[in-house]
């Protein structure tokens, strides 16, 4: 390997700028060939910008790039860049109407002898990867039939097929549970072994000790760290993230505030039924409680937190709020009832990507804001910049449109959406997903000031921080509940019952 | 992981069953048109006559090049209603070009039919260029673009000959539009070498598949190495191109050019377009749908033709059966949430 090889990736000296924004500043970044990279950093620090630039989705104003030792590719070049580099996005790269199996050999079809594209081949080749992967879908389904958790697996069995010896994956483990992560990493562990070059981005520092040998920190568009992890204790590495805030905070234990459920009845779900995925389900989540709901991906943890928003009409059952029973199947009339809602799936319900981020936080809210349906400017953005200041979103302001925000941002907004109605029952499925681990503590501190406040919460997540900061927590296995922990539970009965090993 | 081979083998793949796999669902038109085909019939019985069924063919042949010509661009998640006025523009200007003498409203150069050709074509590539460099180029949103487009291009159209209608063209310009071929018109053949040539083009085609990627997610697209820019360029071109050569086919046929050629065409475009399948939002929808799409309202309106509905009455007719089979279509198909 001659000298200029030695590096898979190289970014020096690069300034990048939205409009007016600066949002990267004088980045420098090197990965040695055969590197397993990690880049961490809170929300919005700028780590997917830096993405885009090393793939090739836009240019930097200033600074250089360069892969695998020479200069990076035109911006038009695409199949220049798609040699030297795959990527899994944070945000969906998926075609919605497309085959799963076009989709993983998106323009890297089979061809046949005459250049056209050979079906056949392609169906074999996606049921070999699809088998591969264990998901059990039918190559031939359209991709937006596909769960959160499948189409992420999708993208990144397409990232891995394209053959490039440098892969990104920008927190490609938000939506996945468990079994699927280890096998990702299962899979990165195999291409490491063959030199293969990572560079991997998530806000699970556990993940990053475990298949990471080194790392880079962002804060504020810079980086500003660069070490060895067998260095760098995790609780150093949280201080760089966060940069002068005291790191003691980030943790589990701050969401552990003592109940005070009043016994008065908030969310009651009774004999629930939905054919194929959910059986008799009964549960009940007082008022001032907090209550979590965990389980595999098809488990129909995510059925019943549809059902009770409103966007699933149920076989049986009913619904009460307040011990007020609620038509099913009924948005409208499920919010009118008192429910918050944030959806697992923020890319496809919830967001008006357009719109400014105040106006989305503030949809939910929009008659209290003024008489006949008038909004009162002043009386909105008030509340926008309180919300803002409260949830720790970084943005330009509140009129930036929210689709320009990190992942983590977006994420935060929706909470607060949700949370600005001031709902009698607020369901949350994977409410911090993506979110940076200093920005999740102000999140789980907000979700407690609201069960205080008389809330009924309904946490929906098999994410075990997430779990935490819960009264109790039921399991869901196959569409039955099948154990109830109180709080004081420890993390391996909780994952054992989540996998049905009980 | 040790029971990784036990989970292979449990996998078993549920298919989407028979309606999904072979994509039948663009082919739910084929009753409703097997129903008119009965009604008409019943209704006439020189519907059934070979010479009917080819004057219904014909007469849909210029309408079902602009249907392939409009589901290229929607498919690739855009709009061209500047297409019907690129019928009448392209023909008009080569007539006028061809004709020599200036009191009829010719331009007085008389260039040659052949050349006449030339013009039609190189009009419409023109056109579709434009077009193509403001919405991809200039990002300008591809619906009010054509919009403006297609009313210049009408007001040009006029223009160039004070709306006179032009006559007396040469007869090589007007041999597609009226020529038979083993006793069926030329038009009906171009339309169905057209058809086959688009729909195997957009299914076995890398090309094909890349205006599908488009049209479902650019952005995705574009990070798959598509060259989405220069793609969704030589769709406006090609859609235009197409458009200008039913122009060609239609001036042929009725041995004329009138400054409203293709007026209100678009309308029917569209109709044929979304009952066969096409969907307005991009990525969706096949060629052989757009085809049935493009038959059936062809049979329709010769039925109601050839049945007594008053003459005032047909318009209307014709506008609810569009309604009822757009309900149709959507009713036999699942569509994601929104
Ligand atoms: N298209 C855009 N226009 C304007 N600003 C943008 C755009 N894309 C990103 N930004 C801004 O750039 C900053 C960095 O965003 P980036 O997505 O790189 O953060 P991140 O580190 O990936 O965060 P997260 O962990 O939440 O994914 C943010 O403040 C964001 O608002
Ligand atoms: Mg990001």
């Known amino acids: 390997m001659s000298a200029v090889e030695t590096y898979a ?10 409009g007016p924004i600066e949002v990267l500043h004088d980045v420098g970044i090197s990965i040695p060939v055969g590197d397993a990279r990690a880049l961490v950093g809170r929300n919005g620090a700028g780590k997917s910008t830096l993405v885009g630039l090393l793939t090739g989705l836009y240019g930097a104003n200033a600074g250089e790039i360069r892969l695998g030792g020479r200069p990076a590719p035109s911006l038009g070049d695409r199949q220049g860049w798609r040699e030297r580099v795959a990527c899994v996005y944070q945000r969906w790269m998926v075609i919605p109407h497309l085959t799963v199996a076009e989709n993983l050999f998106l323009n890297n079809q089979p061809r046949n002898g005459l ?36 189409r992420q697996i999708v993208e990144i069995a397409r990232a891995l097929l394209q053959g490039s010896r440098f892969i990104i994956l920008d927190e490609p483990t938000a939506e996945l549970e468990r079994r699927e992560v280890n096998r990702l990493f299962e899979r990165i562990r195999g291409l490491q072994e063959q030199g293969v070059t990572f560079l991997y981005i998530s806000h699970h520092l556990e993940e990053i000790y475990e298949i990471c040998r080194t790392v880079s920190v962002m804060r504020d568009g810079r980086v500003v760290a660069d070490a060895r992890l067998d260095e760098l204790p995790k609780d150093r590495l949280v201080a760089a993230m966060v940069g002068e805030f005291a790191a003691s905070g980030a943790g589990r234990k701050s969401g552990n505030s003592a109940s005070k459920a009043r016994m008065t009845s908030g969310l009651d779900i009774g004999g629930l039924t939905v054919k194929d995925s959910l059986e008799n389900i009964d549960l009940s989540v007082h008022c001032g409680e907090c209550v979590g709901l965990a389980g595999l991906a098809g488990s129909g943890k995510d059925k019943i937190a549809e059902a009770v928003a409103g966007l699933l009409n149920p076989d049986a059952g009913s619904i009460a709020i307040h011990g007020t029973k609620t038509p099913l199947g009924d948005v409208g009339a499920m919010r009118a009832a008192g429910v918050g809602y944030v959806a697992r799936d923020r890319h496809v319900s919830g967001l008006f990507p357009l719109m400014s981020l105040g106006d989305n936080l503030t949809t939910t ?3 209290k804001l003024g008489p006949f349906g008038f909004v009162s400017t002043g009386r909105q953005s008030d509340m926008v910049d309180r919300q803002i200041a409260e949830l720790g979103i970084v943005a330009a302001s509140g009129s930036q449109p929210i689709g320009e925000l990190s992942g983590g941002n977006q994420q935060k907004a929706m909470v607060g959406r949700a949370l600005a109605s001031d709902p009698k029952v607020l369901v949350l499925a994977a409410p911090t997903q993506g979110v940076d681990i200093a920005s999740k503590d102000a999140l789980y501190r907000i979700i407690n000031a609201a069960r205080d406040r008389g809330m009924a919460v309904l946490v929906v997540s098999d994410d075990l921080d997430e779990l935490a900061i819960c009264d109790r927590v039921e399991v869901i296995f196959r569409g039955r509940l099948t154990r109830s922990f109180a709080r004081g539970w420890s993390d391996q009965d909780v994952v054992a019952a989540i996998e049905g090993l009980y | 992981m040790t029971n990784a081979s036990l989970e292979k083998a449990a996998i078993a793949r549920p298919s989407q069953g028979l309606f999904d796999r072979f994509r039948l669902r663009e082919l739910v038109l084929i009753p409703v048109i097997a129903v008119v085909i009965v009604i008409g019939s019943f209704v006439s019985s020189s519907f059934l006559m070979p010479e009917n069924l080819l004057n ?36 008009m200007f080569a007539a006028w070009l061809m004709i020599s003498d200036v009191s009829i409203g010719g331009s007085g150069i008389g260039i040659s039919g052949y050349a006449g050709i030339a013009v039609v074509l190189a009009t419409g590539l023109l056109i579709g260029l434009i077009n193509g460099l403001l919405v991809v180029k200039l990002r300008l949103n591809a619906f009010i673009t054509t919009l403006a487009m297609l009313i210049l291009l009408r007001g040009i159209t006029l223009g160039i000959t004070n709306g006179q209608t032009l006559f007396d063209l040469p007869e090589e310009f007007l041999y597609l539009g009226n020529a038979k071929w083993l006793g069926i018109p030329a038009s009906i053949w171009i339309a169905g070498l057209l058809f086959l040539f688009f729909g195997l083009m957009m299914r076995y085609h890398r090309i094909g598949r890349a205006i599908y990627a488009i049209g479902g997610n650019p952005e995705a697209a574009r990070v798959a190495g598509i060259p989405v820019e220069r793609i969704t360029l030589g769709v406006f071109i090609m859609g235009s191109l197409l458009a200008s050569l039913a122009g060609l086919l239609l001036t042929g046929r009725i041995a004329s050019v009138v400054s409203s050629q293709g007026q209100n065409m678009i309308f029917y475009v569209f109709a044929a377009s979304v009952i066969g399948g096409i ?15 493009v038959l059936l309202l062809g049979l329709l309106q010769n039925v109601l033709t050839l049945s007594q509905v008053a003459a005032f009455w047909i318009d209307a007719c014709y506008g609810a059966i569009i309604l009822l089979a757009l309900i149709i279509t959507r009713l036999s198909g699942e569509t994601p949430r929104a």
């Open chain 1, 9 to 18: 990736a190289e970014a020096h000296g690069i300034n990048k700028r939205f």
């Open chain 2, 56 to 91: 219904i063919l014909q007469q849909s042949s210029e309408l079902s090049i602009l249907v392939i010509a409009q589901s290229l661009i929607l498919i690739c998640g855009k709009f061209d209603l500047s297409l019907e006025s690129t019928v009448g523009i392209a023909p």
């Open chain 1, 365 to 367: 809210v929009l008659p």
């Open chain 1, 115 to 150: 250049g056209l594209v050979d079906w056949r081949r392609l169906r074999e080749e996606s049921i070999a990867v699809l088998d591969d992967w264990g998901l059990d879908v039918a190559p031939d389904l359209d991709a937006w039939r596909l769960t959160v958790e499948q």
């Open chain 2, 279 to 293: 969907s307005l939002n991009g990525g969706q929808g096949r060629i052989i749908g757009a085809l049935t799409g």
